[in-house]
C-alpha cells in the first residue's frame, strides 16, 4: 500500500508523513505519484475537506486501486461528520476515515477565508454566546475558528493504523 495525498494548507501533508512513518509505506503528494505509482497501485489516499469533497479523490479512484480514504477538515470528529463525508465521497469497497487537521487562514486567498467565514458563522456565534461555559474542547474549537490553529496529533491515526495492520 503507497499513501498517497493532497494538501492545501499542511494539515493533511503531517498526517500522511507521520502516518507512512509509523506503518513503513511510502508517501507520495498526489501531484508527484504518476510515474512513480502504477495504475492499479494499491492506495490509502488522504485529502482536505472542500466544501465536503475531499479533494483529489476522484482523480486518485480513476487513477488507482484506492483501498481506504481520509478526509481531513477542520470540525471535531463525530459519527455526523463521518456520515455526511462518507456519503459525498463514497468510494466502492473503501473504508472512510476522518481526521481534524486544522485552520490556517493565513495560507488561504480571502475568498477562501471569506467561504469558511459564512460557513462557520453559526458556530462561532453559538460558541461566543457560551461565554465562561465553553469545555475545554469548545474553546480550543472556538480559538481555532477566529484565529487559526492545528488538531494535528499521531494519537488521531489510531483507527486507521489498525485497519491498515489488518490490510497486510
Ligand atoms: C474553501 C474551503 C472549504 C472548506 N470546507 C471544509 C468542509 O467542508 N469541512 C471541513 O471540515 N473543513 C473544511 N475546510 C477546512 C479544511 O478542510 C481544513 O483546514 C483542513 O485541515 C485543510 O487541510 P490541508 O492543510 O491539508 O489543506 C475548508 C477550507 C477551505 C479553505
Redesign the pocket.
Known amino acids: 500500500m503507497v499513501i498517497i495525498?493532497?494538501?492545501?494548507?499542511?494539515?493533511?501533508?503531517?498526517?500522511a508523513e507521520m502516518l507512512g512513518k509509523a506503518e513503513h509505506l511510502t508517501v507520495l503528494p498526489a501531484g508527484e505519484a504518476e510515474g512513480k505509482a502504477g495504475p492499479g497501485e494499491p492506495v490509502f489516499y488522504?485529502?482536505?475537506?472542500?466544501?465536503?469533497?475531499i479533494?483529489g479523490i476522484d482523480k486518485a479512484v480513476k487513477r488507482y486501486d484506492v483501498r481506504g480514504v481520509c478526509?481531513?477538515?477542520?470540525?471535531p470528529p463525530s459519527q455526523q461528520?463521518l456520515d455526511t463525508?462518507s456519503k459525498a465521497n463514497y468510494v466502492h469497497g473503501a473504508p472512510i476515515f476522518?481526521?481534524?487537521?486544522?485552520?490556517?487562514p493565513e495560507?488561504?486567498d480571502w475568498?477562501?477565508?471569506r467561504?469558511?467565514s459564512m460557513?462557520t458563522k453559526s458556530t462561532r456565534e453559538a460558541l461566543r454566546g457560551k461565554g465562561h461555559r465553553r469545555t475545554p474542547a469548545e474553546e480550543a474549537q472556538y480559538q481555532m475558528l477566529l484565529k487559526g490553529g492545528?488538531?494535528?496529533a499521531f494519537e488521531n491515526l489510531r483507527s486507521i493504523r489498525i485497519w491498515l495492520q489488518s490490510q497486510g
Not at 495525498?5 to 498526517?15: C, D, H, L, M, P
Not at 476522518?98 to 490556517?104: A, D, I, P, R, T
Open positions: 495525498y493532497r494538501s492545501n494548507t499542511g494539515f493533511t501533508q503531517e498526517y488522504m485529502g482536505p475537506l472542500t466544501a465536503g469533497h479533494a478526509g481531513v477538515g477542520m470540525s461528520v463525508m476522518y481526521l481534524q487537521g486544522g485552520w490556517s495560507k488561504v475568498f477562501k477565508r467561504m469558511v460557513v492545528s488538531f494535528v
